[in-house]
T-cell receptor, first 116, second 113 residues
Framework: AQKITQTQPGMFVQEKEAVTLDCTYD???????LFWYKQPSSGEMIFLIY??????QNATEGRYSLNFQKARKSANLVISASQLGDSAMYFC?????????????FGQGTELSVKP | KAGVTQTPRYLIKTRGQQVTLSCSPI?????VSWYQQTPGQGLQFLFE???????NKGNFPGRFSGRQFSNSRSEMNVSTLELGDSALYLC????????????FGPGTRLLVL
């Protein structure tokens, strides 16, 4: 079964507008972490934002915020004021703490294109 | 602080050969994880090393192996290369095995002919 699901293979957004990238997850572990990474065409994975399963507030990092709805098992990424440089692949990932060590489980990704 | 570095960045090999990829983590980071990224399978976890010990392993055949040195640098080796091993291999480091956030290097693009 898919543990991380990103249902939007591709998204378009106008420059300066906000965009939401969807992510749902599946786990029975009560303790887990959720991540978003950005991958430009160069290939490097860039860490954007992290949300712990016990965090009471939604995580924010600059223009990035994570809309965490635990009961619905969703962790959507919101990018405000989109910029041309935001065009990239975006991956949602989860780490379950029952896994000893750093194993991230990734979704299939969403390709975001920002239009001028 | 310098980021995660990976060498080489690009590699072309033929079937049956073996290859060794190298990863130097961020200074002070002791955990190194490896991932394989392909268009068909996406990003998949290979293994994680912490203090020279493999702590976790993904679902890959024994042809894939790794190790970590006392300075936390890590290598992964793939023996008897197959066409399907063509991929982007990403290395990530974190301060400790229980640390949440992993920071990735630029990757090594391997093409097997």
């Amino acid at each position: 079964a898919q543990k991380i699901t990103q249902t939007q293979p591709g998204m378009f957004v106008q420059e300066k507008e906000a965009v939401t990238l969807d992510c749902t997850y599946d786990t029975s572990d009560p303790s887990y972490g959720l991540f978003w990474y950005k991958q430009p065409s160069s290939g490097e994975m860039i860490f954007l934002i992290y949300q712990g399963s016990y965090d009471q507030q939604n995580a924010t990092e600059g223009r990035y915020s994570l809309n965490f709805q635990k009961a619905r098992k969703s962790a959507n990424l919101v990018i405000s004021a989109s910029q041309l440089g935001d065009s990239a692949m975006y991956f949602c990932a989860m780490r379950e703490l029952i896994d000893q060590g750093g194993k991230l489980i990734f979704g299939q990704g969403t390709e975001l294109s920002v239009k001028p | 602080k310098a980021g995660v570095t990976q060498t080489p960045r690009y590699l072309i090999k033929t079937r049956g050969q073996q290859v060794t990829l190298s990863c130097s983590p961020i200074s002070g980071h002791r955990s190194v994880s490896w991932y394989q990224q392909t268009p068909g399978q996406g990003l998949q976890f290979l293994f994680e090393y912490f203090s020279e010990t493999q702590r976790n392993k993904g679902n890959f055949p024994g042809r894939f192996s790794g190790r970590q040195f006392s300075n936390s640098r890590s290598e992964m080796n793939v023996s008897t290369l197959e066409l399907g091993d063509s991929a982007l291999y990403l290395c990530a480091s974190s301060p400790a095995s229980t640390s949440q956030t992993q920071y990735f290097g630029p990757g090594t693009r391997l093409l097997v002919l």
